[in-house]
Nanobody, 126 residues
Framework: QVQLVESGGGLVQAGGSLRLSCAAS????????LGWFRQAPGKEREFVAA?????????YYTDSVKGRATISRDNAKNTVYLQMNSLKPEDTAVYYC??????????????????WGQGTLVTVSS
């Protein structure tokens, strides 16, 4: 029902900023919680941020990015964003856009989500 395509990744110097975009398509887009996972080389995929489908757009973040990352969604454009500031080399990873009917599936770290994007690589140099 929902298809996700990420963009905006690239090479960024430590301390810099980057905004990832995820274009979503599907009739039920507004009913899905959206989020971001990431997978660093040699590590397991982990939860980064999520935003609920409701009008309030409640947001959730993993501790390692709190204060540096902001997730938002523009339903008119069917797009979800992840703004990341003060980037660190530890942020280097492939970032995946995700969608699921249940946001708890994301915030709990579950990897069995309904829809995954193809991923976009973020490399932070020092």
């Amino acid at each position: 029902q929902v298809q996700l395509v990420e963009s905006g990744g690239g090479l960024v110097q430590a301390g810099g900023s980057l905004r990832l975009s995820c274009a979503a398509s599907g009739r039920t887009f507004s009913s899905y919680a959206l989020g971001w996972f990431r997978q660093a080389p040699g590590k397991e995929r982990e939860f980064v941020a999520a935003i609920s489908w409701g009008s309030n757009g409640n947001t959730y973040y993993t501790d390692s990015v709190k204060g540096r990352a902001t997730i938002s969604r523009d339903n008119a454009k069917n797009t979800v964003y992840l703004q990341m500031n003060s980037l660190k080399p530890e942020d280097t990873a492939v970032y995946y856009c995700v969608a699921d009917r249940y946001i708890v599936s994301m915030t709990s770290g579950n990897r069995y989500l309904e829809v995954w994007g193809q991923g976009t690589l973020v490399t932070v140099s020092s």
